[in-house]
């Protein structure tokens, strides 16, 4: 898996990292989580347009179930 970030967010990751004593697997998760969501189902397009998209679609739409795998053993990956 590839994540590239730039300016606030590669700036974010490195402070996280260095000054915060964050793991570099928990913020790569943490931002993952945040962004992506994958699913088996396409998401109606009048929830993609609420304020709350996230919180709506998570309470209506399963996630694919090796997304669901990636998310939760992600805290024992290791980067190299």
Known sequence: MELELHQDKA?????EW?????KLVDITFDILYTYLWFTNQP??????????????IEQTVEPMPA?????????RMKFC
Request: aromatic fraction near 10%.
């Open 11 to 15: 700036e974010y990751v490195l402070d």
């Open 18 to 22: 260095f000054n915060q004593d964050e």
């Open 43 to 56: 998401i109606d397009a009048q929830k993609l347009k609420s304020d709350k998209v996230r919180e709506v």
């Open 67 to 75: 997304w669901s795998l990636l998310t939760a053993l992600g805290n």
